[in-house]
């Protein structure tokens, strides 16, 4: 990495280099996989190790490439890996490169048990309910999955408006892993100053669930030094379609600290840890803030690691005081 401004220091050493949108994927038999956005944005990757800090040097297999044209053609973007049904499944965002903002949500399957080894087949694009009218008929991506109360979820971020469109978070049920079964719900749009820098932005929802409560990070304005990370809650029993039942913090829980090195935190996930206690934020972020050109086709964009802390009335606690190097 050849850049003038970048400084080492004890909060941002990287856990995985030039691996953005990181998620990783703790099965139940203790194995991690781990993918990301690669900074060519042209194929998905998948690594597994028995233990987080093997991910690290992990071999790293792609295990599906862009078409050559039309749909799914152009930034193949932050794929997440999730077991559901007893099949794999990866969700991620692609564009077309007659139209490369044009990004919508598609999911792979797994065609058998071994996500690393085994090939996967194309579900298509993800499949809005009957019904439903508004649904991924614009800029859609960083869709990610949880379930609560016997019930499946699916959030993602789509745009909407015209002129400046603004990026939102949507929430629905699901009624299989490639199809949703309510309309859309609005969770959150950009509301502060802090959510409307250079773009007016909310995405990369990630879901924490602690102490019974739901908490969802998710990251806001454009993709430099401005990016960061935000926070809502909701109770564990409460409605999570209803979005009067969520409460979003007024600041961000994560963002740049020129002091400690790291710009730009955001797009993050939650794995628990080896103990199978600790929860950990696996999130990216750059080293320095001086960017040629789009942020978005800096390729510096880092995995890194910090262990949750939680306060007294159970609320997550994001430091990089609690940074951890995965070696």
């Known amino acids: 990495m050849n850049n003038s401004n970048y400084r080492s220091t004890l909060y941002n050493k990287p856990f995985i280099e030039q691996r953005a949108d990181p998620y990783i994927c703790r099965h139940e038999d203790g194995t991690y996989y781990f993918t990301a956005s690669v900074p060519d944005y042209d194929r998905i990757i998948l690594r597994s190790a028995r233990t987080l800090a093997g991910l ?14 039309g749909e799914q053609s152009v930034h193949i973007w932050a794929p997440e890996i999730h077991y559901l049904d007893g099949r794999w499944y990866i969700y991620y965002a692609a564009g077309d490169k007659d139209d490369v903002w044009e990004i919508r949500p598609y999911v792979l399957r797994c065609t058998g048990e071994d996500p690393v080894k085994d090939p996967w087949e194309e579900m298509g694009m993800m499949q809005a309910a009957d019904g439903d009218k508004f649904s991924f ?5 960083d869709a990610t999955v949880f379930e609560n109360g016997g019930e499946r979820y699916y959030i993602w971020a789509e745009k909407t408006g015209v002129g400046k469109k603004v990026s939102n978070l949507y929430i629905a049920r699901m009624e299989s892993p490639v199809k949703l079964s309510t309309d859309q719900v609005l969770l959150t749009t950009p509301d502060y100053d802090w959510e409307r820098i250079d773009f007016w932005v909310n995405e990369g929802p990630a879901i924490l669930k602690h102490d019974g409560r739901i908490f969802m990070t998710f990251s806001a304005s454009a993709t430099g030094a401005c990016y960061c990370m935000g926070l809502m809650y909701i109770e564990k029993d409460a409605d ?3 979005p009067h039942a969520w409460t979003k913090l007024r600041y961000p829980v994560l963002q740049t600290d020129e002091g400690k090195g790291v710009y730009g935190p ?12 600790t929860d950990l934020c696996i999130y990216h972020a750059r080293q320095y803030d001086e960017i040629t050109g789009d942020p978005l086709y800096d ?5 890194m ?5 939680y306060d007294d009335r159970g609320f997550p606690i994001f430091s990089y005081e609690n ?3 995965l070696y």
Do not use: Q, Y
């Not at 690290?56 to 044209?69: D, L, M």
């Not at 008929?137 to 991506?141: A, I, P, T």
């Not at 390729?299 to 995995?303: G, V």
């Open 137 to 141: 008929h614009d800029f859609s991506l």
């Open 266 to 277: 955001g797009h993050n996930c939650f794995v628990k840890a080896e103990d199978g206690e």
């Open 56 to 69: 690290k040097e992990a071999e790293e297999v792609t295990v599906w490439r862009r078409h050559e044209s």
């Open 240 to 242: 999570v379609l209803d």
């Open 299 to 303: 390729p510096n964009r880092h995995a």
């Open 305 to 309: 690691a910090m262990k949750v802390a």
């Open 323 to 325: 940074n951890i190097e």
